[in-house]
């Protein structure tokens, strides 16, 4: 049996004629960007994030830029100011912060959760520091109640990098409910992913939310009047509209993967590979179930010779790419070693009962070599 990584093609079956009309109606309507589908959207997501904004944007990348510039612009942030960030994240993180002459300082996760540590957090925090980003990896939360007393402690930002966490919640309050301001992505292969690139800014900072409405359209809230330099990072009708169906399934989804995470966590039992740790259900969002091996690029050919296909997110870490050698020197020993370590093995909506066995049974038959 071929079991594919993630099949999108199959996911969007399940809802194809939702979408096939949603698309057709703008198509009919002669409106494709800055419409009323991006209008109602932004009112919709906001709401199920239970925040007060939603500003739809190009991509998840632009998104946490357009929030570090928006906080630029209003004074909260100034060049060169450092923002910490998780040295596993995936490289946009890091993007944004560098792309808006902020200054990435890379800190260690929790191995056990792969989100920040936030002790790790304390100690990183110096006299320039002015935010910290955390990321949700995987679809977790990251520890926000300790990352929220940090920030409060010492006056800085807390930004959601929520791109992995559509959904993921603790005690009813959602992913982008949590911070000053939180980016999402709609990139295809999220949790709620459009069908093509897209993003979102989401705040209850009325202020950051109209500049960033503003920037992600030249900087402009009147046509041809120009308040500041934008750029041009605008989520167009067709994917607003796609999206609109696909959030209204969202949780539904989510339950799904919630019960494929649930059968790899009950069925999985090998000593040599270790299961991903969940602080608490409801706070999972299953974007991906990544497991730690020692031995992980034999574990990968063994599940690829039994026809499971697996990812690794991700095989480098950001402060070793060549398009970060000013962060060469950055010693991170429990990020260096995850990178060497996880795996992520198939997840869907729609991934079906004898391909999660065939995972299963596949992961506990791997034979390891000393
Ligand atoms: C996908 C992702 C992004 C970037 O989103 P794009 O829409 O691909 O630009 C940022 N951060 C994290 C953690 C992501 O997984």
């Not at 790899?264 to 179930?289: M, S």
Request: one cysteine or more; proline letters at 5%; charged letters at 20%.
């Amino acid at each position: 049996m071929e079991v594919p990584f993630l099949d999108l093609k199959e996911v969007h079956a399940d809802y194809a004629d939702e979408l096939k009309a949603a698309a057709a109606r703008v198509i009919d309507s002669g409106r494709y960007v800055l419409g009323e589908e991006l209008a109602a959207f932004e009112r919709e997501f906001a709401a199920y994030c239970g925040v007060r904004h939603a500003v739809g944007v190009g991509s998840g990348l632009d998104a946490l830029a357009l929030i570090l510039r928006g906080y630029m612009g209003l004074g909260a942030l100034a060049e060169g100011d450092e923002v910490i960030v998780p040295g596993n994240t995936f490289i946009a993180s890091f993007l944004a912060i560098s792309g808006s002459r902020l200054v990435p300082v890379p800190v260690e996760p929790d191995p056990a959760t792969f989100n920040l540590d936030p002790a790790c957090v304390a100690a990183a925090i110096g006299p320039r520091t002015r935010a910290i980003m955390a990321v949700h990896l995987y679809g977790q939360l990251a520890d926000m109640p300790a990352l929220a007393g940090l920030a409060r402690r010492h006056g800085l930002l807390l930004i959601e990098d929520a791109a992995q966490a559509h959904g993921a919640a603790s005690e009813g309050r959602r992913a982008g409910a949590f911070g000053d301001a939180a980016a999402f992505s709609f990139f295809p292969a999220k949790n709620l992913g459009a069908l093509g690139d897209g993003g979102a800014v989401v705040t209850g900072d009325a202020r950051l939310a109209r500049r960033v409405a503003a920037l992600r359209n030249y900087g402009s809230e009147v046509k041809y009047h120009h308040l500041f330099q934008g750029v041009n990072s605008r989520l167009d009708e067709i994917q607003a509209a796609l999206l609109r169906v696909k959030l209204r399934h969202l949780d539904d989804d989510i339950a799904l993967r919630r019960r494929v995470a649930q059968r790899y966590r009950e069925g999985i039992r090998h000593p040599q590979i270790v299961l991903p740790k969940v602080v608490h259900e409801e706070q999972h969002a299953w974007h991906l179930f990544v497991v730690r091996c020692r031995s992980r690029d034999a574990l990968k050919q063994h599940l690829q010779a039994r026809g499971v296909q697996t990812q690794v997110h991700y095989p480098v870490p950001p402060h070793h790419q060549p398009a970060y050698a000013e962060l060469r020197d950055v010693r991170l020993p429990v990020t260096e070693r995850l990178h060497e370590e996880v795996l992520s093995l198939p997840l869907g909506p729609s991934l079906g009962e004898v391909a999660v066995e065939c995972v299963v049974d596949a992961c506990n038959a791997f034979e390891c070599q000393p």
